[in-house]
């Protein structure tokens, strides 16, 4: 059974930083996607970022690029959520996600998108 455990989240200020990690286990994550996705309170859940593991391929929602970066450690098998510049609208619960199916660039940030699930880390930033 695949399971994705999330790790790093809590509170700073505006303007700081965050690393959240994605340990990954019960299968082969070489080739597949994995997402970090966030879901603040009454909004729906929503992809920020996108890796391709077997090339190594990113993606970013708009409202996080320059400011986010993902990454993988494949020695590791843990998947990465660096976060600088922080602001209040990114206060939300951040997920892990992976899923084998292939994505399309219109289509990736979707929930439906994804088969496997991490628990959640909390993000809160304060103005």
């Known amino acids: 059974q695949v399971q994705l455990v999330e790790s790093g989240g809590g509170s700073v200020q505006t303007g700081g930083s965050l690393r959240l990690s994605c340990a990954a286990s019960?299968?082969?994550?070489?080739?597949?996607?994995m997402a970090w996705f966030r879901q603040a309170p009454g909004k729906e859940r929503e992809g920020v970022a996108l890796i391709y593991t077997g090339v190594g391929s990113t993606y970013y929602a708009d409202a996080v690029k320059g400011r986010f970066t993902i990454s993988q450690d494949n020695a590791k098998n843990t998947l990465y959520l660096q976060m600088n510049s922080l602001k209040p609208e990114d206060t939300a619960m951040y997920y892990c996600?992976?899923?084998?199916?292939?994505?399309?660039?219109?289509?990736?940030?979707?929930?439906?998108?994804?088969?496997?699930w991490g628990q959640g880390t909390q993000v809160t930033v304060s103005s």
């Open positions: 019960g299968n082969s994550f070489l080739n597949c996607y």
């Open positions: 996600a992976a899923d084998w199916g292939p994505k399309r660039a219109g289509t990736w940030y979707r929930e439906s998108e994804f088969n496997y």
